[in-house]
Structure formats: C-alpha cells, structure tokens
C-alpha cells in the first residue's frame, strides 16, 4: 500500500526527518545538549534581572495575574517612593504598578539623560497603560490620535496663541454666565465638576470654532468622557492583561465610553461633511475658500487628505485639555479660596496689567504673581507624583520628589504663591520660574523632548480662565470646607465632592471690551 504522500499546498521542506532517529538512537548526547541550553538560556535571563533595579513591592509567589500587588500599589504609591528616596537615595528602582513594573529613575543626572531621548516614547507607554488598541479607548492610541494631535499642537496651536486670547476670553464670560450665574447672593458649587466645564467650554472654542463649541451635546459628551473613561481605564487594569480584550465587552464604564465616542463621532463628522460641501461649492462658485481658525481646520490642513477619526482627534485634544488643565485649575481654586488676601493681590495685578496691555499674549505673560500662583499649586500637588541599563520594552518614570526636597524649596510642604515670583529675582534661576518651564525640578508638564508640547497653551487658557473667575466672582470656602487630596497610585487627585462658595461682584474692568 502505497505511503500517504502530504498535499501538494503543504511545504514540508523545512522538518529534519533524521531528528527523531538521532534522538531514539542516542538519548544521552541528545539530553545533555537540550539541558545545556536551558542553562545558558537561564543564565542569560539571570543575568539580566540582576542588571535590573531591585523591585520594592514584588507581587507574591501565589498572586494571581499580580492583582494583590497592584491594589498594593495603589494604596500606597506614595510611601514606595519615599522607600525608594530612602532607601536607594539616587539609584533607580523598580515598582510593580496597575500597568505593570516600571523603572522610576532619581531625579537626578539621569533624568537630565534621557529627556531628549527618542527612543523613549511617552505615547507607545500611554496607548498600553490606557488600552489604546480597544475600541471605546482609541484616544489614547499613539497612531490614531497622538500623530494628528502633535503635529496640530506644534504646527498650528501655539503658532496661533495671539489669536486665539481673545476668542478664549469671549468665551469665558459666556461659560461663566451660564456655570455661575449673576446672583451677589453666596452659592455652593462642586469645585471639580465647574472646572471640568469652564476648561471644557474656553477649550472647545479653539478645537472646535463657533460651530460646535457651544453645542451642549457635545460639551456633555466630552466632559463625560473625559471622566469616565479614567474609570473604565483605571477598572480594567485590575483584569490580567490577556484577559483585558476580552473583559472591555461587558465591563458597564468601557460600554459606557464606547457609546460616548460614537455619539462625538456622529456630531462631529456632520460639521465635517457640511464644512467640505462649503468649499466645493465656494470653488465652483468662484468664491473665497473659508478657512475657518480651528483645530478641526487644522486638522484637515495637516491631513493633507489622508483619512483619520476627526472625533478621535477632537476628543484625544479634549482629553488633554480638560483631564490635567481642569485639574490644576480645581486645586488651584481650593488653594485661594483659603487666602482671601492673596486673591486681592491676584486682583490688583490682573487690573494693573490689563489696563496697560489689554487682554493680549503679552498680558498673559505678565501676570507674574498668578503665574507663580498656579506653578507652586502644580508644584505641591502635581496630577501624578512621578547608566542603568533599560531593556527594551520597558516603562520607565522619574520621582518627582524634588518638588519637596527642602534642599531646593524652602519649607516645601507650604504654600506659598509668590515663590516662583521671588524666583524670577534670584540670578540664574529666573528662566526656571515660569510655570510652562521643565527642569528636573519641576516634572508637572513633563521634561525636554517629552514635555508637553500643549503647554503653553493651556497656560495661558489657565490665566484667561482665572482673569474673569477673579475680578467678576468672589471666591470662599464653605463651612465645612476641607482641603482633600486622594492617592491613587501615582495620581494625586482633589476630593471631587469639595465645594466652595461663589458669588457675583462688580468687576473693576470690563474685559469683554479688551
């Protein structure tokens, strides 16, 4: 009877068929080669965790999928760099994290040595820690979203920073007449939900033009998705990472922000749709082609018509507008409402500075004490706290712990407004005073080539924000009023149940007339 022969599609070229003969036939050579390359393999990978830094919280011999360890983590970041500071003084260490083991770096020469280092990439980290290739998480995907924001922020956004001040101040007493009202009577608010929507409201009308940055739907739906999705990211990292893309399906925050995404989609594509049909008509008519100063333009000029996700974009923006802007400006309010004279002296330069500049780029930058105010808030409570050899693949951070090294800082657990304003004074350190300035001394917008390149511009949204919050409302804490920050790993959060109180006054300028 004939062999079966293997089908001619089948390319079986590649098997050695005299293998199994030579192992039958000589079992001993066979083992001790087989066992001698375990060994050589082991050793290697031996070596390679002993070049690693040691590990402070190393997950158990029987915690599954290092969930035991991550709670840990979350519960006490704080304490593990304080045992990292301690403990390895300026040696680097290692943390098992919700996202997984990452190298904290001392913030010393070696956070001088990587930050212009390109083949660290903050997007490829962040597209795995916030599950960027997931459907419902595509703003944070480094392909999707990250290349069109950052060629909009660097091209576009802060070329047009003198344009855009005063269609952002415009828009701030819209919003604030719609958040607070015009009552002189005392009113509690929640503090976090107002910043969310006064950021959310001033950052729409750049990315979004006169179209859409009103458009209560969608102001609803970005604010929404800007919080939820932290929860459904921050839910889904208690999953082993195997099990995560199948778990996004029928967790109730993941289904929640892939309805919100597709709801931006539908709104923003027929802005899109209506915008194209303009300049096809314009052209056959024979008219000038608008050209309208938003990032939805923008983005179109830099597709230079390549497709992408226009309500990606916009929310991936949004994103980083609202989720670190709004929460600098949260604890920037709790900060004043604590220091009434320090708002009264934020005041008298606000009117002084106007009054001799308009409300310009060229104000801005000359709000010095407010500039100072908001860096040392950044300063005290950042948005997170964070030759070694660095395999590839691996996460890395640097402490952000010179921000209370009382080495730098004088009294560093105080707040103190005018710290940065003094700072401009002293000889060498003036250029590191500004609040948009990075040094390893201060990592809240990140440092070197991995520093925000958005900042500038939320700085100055920032200062608008608080020029109109300032001269037309005052400010107060309520009656039980406690200044709360929450640690969840690395993130430093405010009590988003704090309230204060607000009230309308008279402003001295009318700064819509600027």
Not at 21 to 30: A, E, G, W
Not at 130 to 143: D, K, T, V
Not at 367 to 381: A, F, G, N, P, Y
Request: some cysteine; aromatic content about 8%.
């Amino acid at each position: 009877m004939a062999a079966v022969q293997p089908s001619p599609a089948t390319d079986w070229s590649w098997v050695d068929t005299d293998v199994i003969p030579r192992l039958v036939s000589q079992p001993l050579p066979s083992i001790v080669t087989l066992l001698a390359a375990v060994l050589i393999a082991y050793s290697a990978w031996s070596i390679r965790l002993h070049r690693l830094p040691p590990i402070l919280n190393a997950p158990g011999r029987f915690d599954m999928g290092d969930s035991l360890a991550k709670l840990d983590f979350l519960g006490r970041a704080a304490n593990l760099l304080k045992t990292a500071t301690e403990q390895f003084g300026d040696k680097p260490v290692r943390i098992a994290t919700d996202t997984g083991n990452l190298i904290v770096l001392p913030p010393n020469h070696l956070a001088q040595e990587i930050r212009n280092e390109p083949n660290l990439s903050f997007f490829a980290s962040s597209e795995e820690d916030f599950h960027g290739r997931l459907p419902g998480f595509e703003p944070f995907n480094a392909e999707k979203a990250a290349g069109m924001m950052l060629k909009v922020t660097r091209n576009q956004l802060t070329k047009y920073l003198i344009k855009v001040t005063k269609p952002v101040s415009l828009e701030a007493s819209f919003a604030l007449h719609n958040l607070l009202g015009e009552s002189p009577e005392w009113k509690e608010i929640n503090a976090l939900h107002t910043s969310v929507r006064y950021v959310s409201s001033l950052s729409s009308r750049i990315f979004l033009g006169d179209e859409l940055c009103r458009n209560k739907v969608w102001l609803e739906t970005t604010s929404q998705y800007a919080v939820n999705s932290m929860h459904a990211v921050k839910k889904l990292r208690l999953f082993p990472k195997f099990s995560r893309r199948f778990v996004h399906w029928f967790l109730p925050e993941c289904r929640l922000i892939r309805k919100l995404l597709n709801e931006a989609r539908v709104i923003i594509q027929d802005v899109i749709d209506r915008r194209r049909a303009e300049k096809i008509a314009a052209a056959r008519e024979g008219r000038p082609i608008p050209h309208p100063n938003d990032a939805i333009e923008w983005a179109e000029e830099e597709s230079k018509n390549d497709p992408y996700d226009p309500a990606v974009y916009q929310i991936g923006l949004s994103m980083a507008a609202i989720h670190t802007t709004s929460d600098l400006l949260n604890q920037t309010l709790q900060n004043l409402v604590q220091r009434p004279i320090l708002i009264e002296d934020m005041r008298k330069e606000i009117i002084e500075v106007l009054q001799n500049d308009g409300m310009t780029k060229a104000a801005l930058f000359n709000l010095k004490l407010m500039d100072s105010v908001l860096k040392e808030t950044q300063r005290l409570k950042p948005i997170k706290m964070n030759g070694t050899v660095i395999p590839k693949g691996t996460k890395c951070a640097v402490r952000s712990t010179k921000r209370l090294d009382p080495n730098v800082y004088e009294n560093p657990d105080e707040f103190d407004g005018t710290r940065f304003m003094r700072m401009r004074e002293t000889p060498g350190k003036s250029n590191q005073a500004h609040l948009v300035a990075t040094n390893t001394e201060a990592l809240g917008f990140g440092h070197g080539l991995h520093a925000c390149p958005g900042r500038f511009f939320a700085a100055n949204e920032l200062k608008i924000a608080l020029v109109h919050l300032l001269l037309k409302y005052d400010l107060k804490p309520t009656e039980n009023f406690v200044h709360n920050v929450i640690e969840l790993g690395f993130d430093l959060r405010v009590d988003p149940k704090t309230s204060i109180m607000v009230r309308r006054r008279e402003a001295e300028i009318d700064l819509d007339s600027l």
